[in-house]
Nanobody, 126 residues
Framework: QVQLVESGGGLVQPGGSLRLSCVAS????????MGWFRQAPAKEREFVAA????????FYADSVKGRFTISGQNAKNTAYLQMDSLKPEDTAVYFC???????????????????WGQGTQVSVSA
């Protein structure tokens, strides 16, 4: 079993920055991938970004590419999401996810991740 704990959400003005952190504990290994999904009110959950520990490959949604950066420290089982140039449409609950053995075509699919955090609220407003 793997537990995920997110932190770093909050309220920020448009154009501002936030950094989310996610710590994984339990039965993790180097074949793990970690990432972030988000869900805004009355909208479907959507993929944001993901990183594969083995090789360090990263994946981004088009809507955040160039503004968000995912990184991680494998030894600490921690993933980060640096969010810059935030927009009001980035407002959502952000969920950390983790899974193992994901192939490239599954990295953007929420159903491929076995473990989900409780979520942290990110609000972008003037």
């Amino acid at each position: 079993q793997v537990q995920l704990v997110e932190s770093g959400g909050g309220l920020v003005q448009p154009g501002g920055s936030l950094r989310l952190s996610c710590v994984a504990s339990g039965r993790t290994n180097t074949r793990f991938a970690m990432g972030w999904f988000r869900q805004a009110p009355a909208k479907e959950r959507e993929f944001v970004a993901a990183i594969r520990w083995n090789g360090g490959n990263t994946f981004y949604a088009d809507s955040v590419k160039g503004r968000f950066t995912i990184s991680g420290q494998n030894a600490k089982n921690t993933a980060y999401l640096q969010m810059d140039s935030l927009k009001p449409e980035d407002t959502a609950v952000y969920f950390c996810v983790a899974g193992q053995g994901l192939i490239t075509s599954s990295m953007r699919n929420g159903a491929a991740y076995a473990y989900w955090g409780q979520g942290t609220q990110v609000s972008v407003s003037a």
